[in-house]
């Protein structure tokens, strides 16, 4: 198990006490230099770029994703964790107020190795602005935090030690003046180092192993060290430090433990040092009322990269000699999947049989919260109503096949079933320029037959709000929000003024839960449906 409190940070500094010993420090330099630095971030042009922003009587929230290809490993990351912050702060913002919750992103590096995004969070209920950068690693196509910009965990370590020296030698800053988790590490490691001075004037063996993960408190490490036994018991608990940081996954871990830690938004100067981005509250003399670049040297940053670190500096220093010269490639036109469903709170809104009289009323709706859905529409009416079909795939919902004339596909042959499907895709081809992917049986009925025969999935749903039997808007809105579960596929009818009246409440409802309104073929991912299987919903629980 991965350690969250100082145990787990100052795992390796054990190793790095003789880093803090007089003669040790960091190389001098001149005065604080954070204006020497040249440290260029660049907002990302608009063609790579998709904002999600919903303003409501009781809150803001807003969120601007990167869009760098067909689902991009990169673009699918930021904008799940992103989601997931917006869902948590809809479900904690207080009662009262209106709250705000900005996400935006900056360009710290591109190239055809590896891209840094830097990832800012302003809440209005939280102390202060919070920033953190990710690297996607284009060999390894894989999104991994800013701790696997070091070796390993040692040159971790040594890093924040580091970072601690230029804080002392050129802010002038007191071991009490340093930042969490900052001063918790330099007084660790001083103490090894007074620790170590004695055992070398006693003649006794200076080298400090980190004992095994599995260790008890029970060690006689401290019998063996000569240190009191509290210390010893404390040091003797302490996991190895042997996380791989080039695992997504371990090196997550890692950057979890080390939240709070000023490096987890570093990036690159332009002298192909560090540059650690700080509050100016926490750094005494400096000229920046929004944030202080604080530098670390190239020569003492070198000793800590990881592979990742070299490539990603490289990117920074020869890719940000301006802002213009950060080259993303051609414009994103595809978007692709962008959220996860799998981690993200997502619902899939459904609606079945039009298009019809009240779609664009809906469409009204659904952009107000900048919600998808999709729509399963009848080939015989895509002909009558192009303008509403056309606007609804323009504007990112989902247009799906629902048979040409809502007849009963398990009464059908399987010829009858083809033709019939085939010439609904077509007629929704023509207008939207693309074939649909998912289909959904009338009646949901389906047999063998029905399965065989089409290409597409069946997607019916859990949650049925009667809405074409009631004809009540408030029992409409009530039953799906009484029902509705992440991963959910709510049906609704957009033929009935009734239904569509409802929407509005609904919306609003699951927004405040924190529910992302994505498409059906985003709840599940192409990847995660196969021609004739049947999927009801995504329900994570």
Known sequence: ?????????????????????????????????????????????????????????????????????????????????????????????PEGGSPELTQDTELLAASADVIGLRLNVVDSTAQGPRSSTLWYDAHGEQVL???????????????????????????????????????????????????????????????????????????????????????????????????????????????????????????????????????????????????????????????????????????????????ESLDLGPEATTEGTTLDCAQAKCVALTFDDGPGEHTEALLDSLDDYQAKATFYVLGSLVGEFPDVVERTAAEGHEVANHTWKHDDLATMSDDAIRKDLQRTDDAIEEITGEAPVTMRPPYGSLNATVRSATGHPLILWDVDTLDWQSRDTKAVSEHALAETRAGSVVLFHDIHKSSVDAIPKVLAGLHEEGYHFVTVKDLFGLDGMEAGEVVTDARLN
């Open 1 to 93: 198990m991965i350690a969250t409190s100082l145990q787990r940070k100052v795992t390796v500094c054990s190793a790095l006490g003789l880093l803090l010993l007089p003669g040790c420090q960091a190389a001098d330099t001149t005065e604080p230099y954070a204006e020497a630095i040249g440290f260029i971030s660049a907002d990302l042009p608009d063609l790579h770029t998709r904002t999600v922003s919903v303003e409501t009587d009781h809150n803001t929230v807003s969120y601007r994703y990167p869009v760098l290809g067909e689902s991009h490993p990169l673009s699918i990351q930021v904008r799940t964790t992103m989601a997931e912050r917006q869902t948590a702060f809809l479900e904690e913002a």
């Open 145 to 323: 935090p800013w701790t696997s910009l070091f070796r390993d965990e040692q040159a971790l370590a040594q890093a924040h030690v580091n970072l601690v020296d230029v804080l002392r030698d050129e802010y002038e800053l007191t071991d009490e003046e340093l930042p969490d988790p900052l001063g918790e590490v330099a007084a660790y490691a001083e103490s090894l180092a007074a620790e170590e001075q004695t055992q070398e004037e006693e003649g006794r063996d200076t080298k400090k192993q980190p004992a095994p993960a599995d260790s008890s408190n029970d060690s006689k490490d401290s019998e063996d060290d000569g240190s009191d036994d509290s210390d010893g018991d404390e040091r003797a608990a302490l996991p190895p430090g042997e996380a791989d940081l080039t695992d997504p996954e371990q090196a997550q871990e890692v950057a979890d433990a080390w939240a709070d830690s000023p490096l987890a938004d570093l990036a690159f100067s332009t002298a192909g040092g560090l540059a650690v981005r700080m509050d100016p509250d926490q750094v005494p003399g400096s000229d920046n009322d929004d944030e202080a670049l604080v530098p670390i040297e190239p020569e003492m940053a070198e000793e800590t990269l990881s592979e990742l670190g070299y490539q990603a500096r490289d990117a920074a220093v020869h890719g940000n000699a301006s802002a």
